[in-house]
C-alpha cells in the first residue's frame, strides 16, 4: 500500500504564498508511484482545505473561487493515522475525506514554522517531517538559536537582546548599555520575523533609535549585533537528523545594492532586474558560492554542526556570514523550513527533489519509531489517592 503524504502549506504567515510556491514545488516533485498526495491548504485564518484543485498554482490568483473547488476539512487522530474529516459535518456526521499516514509541512514563517504547526501535528501521533517543537521554534528566535549554538562552539556574533516593553520605558538606558557593549555600526533585528522585514543598520546613536522604534513595532523582543561592513553571505543547506547529515552546496545570495538583503531581493527577484536561477524565492544568486576551498569546507562542518545543535530533521538551510576584513564566518541564522526546500542546492549536489522528498519522508519515519519506544506514561495511582482533603490543600504538593 502506498504511503498518504499531508502535505501542509499557507496559513497565518506574511510568508503564506512563498510557502505556496514551495509546497507546489514539493508536490509535483513528490513521487507519486510511492505515495498519495493529500494537499492541504491552511487558510490566512487558519482553517484546512484539501482538494485535487489546490495542485494548480494559477488558481491562487482567486483564492474564494479556488476555496469553493476544495473541501473545508479538520483534523482528527484516527488508529494508526491521522483523518481529515468534513468540517460541516452532514445528516448522518461527519465524513472522512481522506487519511494521512504521514504530514509534511512546507510553511514558513511564525504561526506556522516556529512550532506551531509542529505542536498541533504533534498530537495525530502520526509522523510529520521537519524539525520538531524545540527546534522549529529555536529556529524562529534569533537569540535563542544564538545562545545553543554558542553553547555548542559555533561562532555567532554577539548580541545584545532585550524586550520592546523595557525599550520604552527607559530608551536611554537601553540605548546606553548597547552602546557600552557595542561599537557601530550595528544592526537592529525584531528577534523572531525573517524576509529581513524590520531589520535596519544603524551608524550612530540616532539611527540606532530610529532602527529600534521600527523593530519594536514587529516583535515583542529586538536584537542588536554588530553589523558587518565587508559582508559576504553564503547559505547551506543540510539534510539529516541529529545522528546523520549532509551539507548540500553552497550558494551566495546577489543583493541589490543596499545594505542588507531585503524582501524584494529576497522573493521579486532584485530590483535591477538580474537574471535569476531557479528556484522559489527567484532571488539573484550564485550556485555554487565562490569561495575557497578551506571557506566551503569550514562552512559545511559549521552548518553541520548548527543543524545536529539544534535537533533539526529533513532539510534546513543555514545561513552564513563571512566578515571580508578578518576572515571571521558566522552563522548568522537558521530556516527550519527553507523556502523552495532548497531542492536547487540539492539538484546542485546530485540529489533529485523526488529524492530529497523521499530522505525527508524517511528522517521524519525514523524520530518516529524513536519517538514510540519512549515511555510516555508513568503508572501511579495519584488520582486514587488524590481526596477530597487534598482538593482543600491544592495539587500543588503532587507536582513538584
Ligand atoms: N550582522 C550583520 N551585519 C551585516 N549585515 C547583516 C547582519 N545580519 C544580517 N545582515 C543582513 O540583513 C539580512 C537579513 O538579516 P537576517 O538575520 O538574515 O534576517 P531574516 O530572518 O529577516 O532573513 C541578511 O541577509 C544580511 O544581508
Ligand atoms: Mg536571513
Known amino acids: 500500500m ?7 502549506f499557507g496559513g497565518n504567515s506574511v510568508e503564506h504564498e512563498v510557502s505556496v510556491i514551495s509546497a507546489s514545488q514539493a508536490m509535483h516533485a513528490l513521487n507519486k508511484e510511492k505515495y498519495d498526495l493529500v494537499p492541504i491548504y491552511i487558510t490566512k485564518d487558519s482553517r484546512f482545505y484539501t482538494g485535487e484543485a489546490l495542485l494548480d498554482i494559477k488558481k491562487y490568483k482567486d ?7 476544495c473541501e473545508e476539512v479538520i483534523l482528527k487522530k484516527g488508529a494508526s493515522c491521522a483523518e481529515l474529516v468534513k468540517a460541516k459535518g452532514g445528516l448522518f456526521g461527519s465524513k472522512t475525506v481522506a487519511k494521512c499516514d504521514i504530514f509534511v509541512p512546507v510553511v514558513h514563517g511564525t504561526n506556522v514554522e516556529d512550532g506551531t504547526l509542529q505542536g498541533y501535528l504533534e498530537m495525530f501521533g502520526v509522523p510529520y517531517a521537519g524539525c ?52 557601530y555600526p550595528v544592526i537592529v533585528k525584531p528577534v523572531n520575523l525573517g524576509s529581513s522585514v524590520g531589520i535596519k543598520v544603524a551608524r550612530d546613536r540616532d539611527g540606532l533609535i530610529e532602527a529600534i522604534d521600527e523593530a519594536a513595532t514587529f516583535s515583542h523582543k529586538v536584537l542588536v549585533e554588530r553589523a558587518i561592513e565587508k559582508l559576504r553571505e553564503v547559505n547551506c543547506s543540510v539534510l ?5 547529515a549532509m551539507a548540500s552546496v553552497l550558494e551566495e545570495p546577489v543583493s541589490s545594492g543596499g545594505d542588507i538583503l531585503d524582501f524584494v531581493d529576497k522573493y521579486q527577484g532584485g530590483r535591477k532586474g538580474e537574471g535569476s536561477t531557479k528556484g522559489m524565492s527567484g ?35 543555514i545561513d552564513v556570514m563571512i566578515d571580508e576584513a578578518s576572515g571571521e564566518i558566522f552563522v548568522n541564522e537558521i530556516n527550519t523550513i527553507p523556502g523552495s526546500l532548497s531542492f536547487y542546492l540539492w539538484e546542485a549536489a546530485g540529489v533529485k527533489f523526488d529524492e530529497l522528498m523521499d530522505k525527508i519522508i524517511y528522517f521524519a519515519q525514523k524520530r518516529h519509531r524513536e519517538r514510540e519506544k519512549l515511555s510516555f506514561s508513568y503508572d501511579t495511582n495519584l488520582l486514587s489517592e488524590f481526596g477530597a482533603r487534598s ?10
Open 2 to 8: 502506498k504511503i498518504s503524504v499531508g502535505v501542509l
Open 63 to 69: 483564492i474564494p473561487a479556488l476555496l469553493n473547488e
Open 132 to 183: 520538531d517543537v524545540t527546534a522549529s521554534a529555536l529556529g524562529m528566535d534569533k537569540y535563542a538559536m544564538k545562545c545553543v549554538l554558542r553553547d555548542a562552539g559555533v561562532n555567532v556574533l554577539d548580541a545584545v537582546c532585550f524586550y520592546s516593553r523595557e525599550y520604552f520605558k527607559q530608551s536611554e538606558a537601553v540605548v546606553e548599555s548597547i552602546e557600552s557593549k557595542l561599537a
Open 240 to 244: 539529516g537528523d541529529y545522528e546523520e
Open 283 to 317: 532571488s539573484s544568486r550564485k550556485v555554487p558560492a565562490e569561495v575557497t576551498e578551506d571557506q566551503e569546507k569550514a562552512i559545511k562542518e559549521m552548518c553541520i554542526t548548527t543543524f545536529k545543535a539544534l535537533n533539526c530533521n529533513g532539510v534546513a538551510r
Open 391 to 400: 482538593l482543600k490543600n491544592g495539587a500543588k504538593g503532587a507536582k513538584n
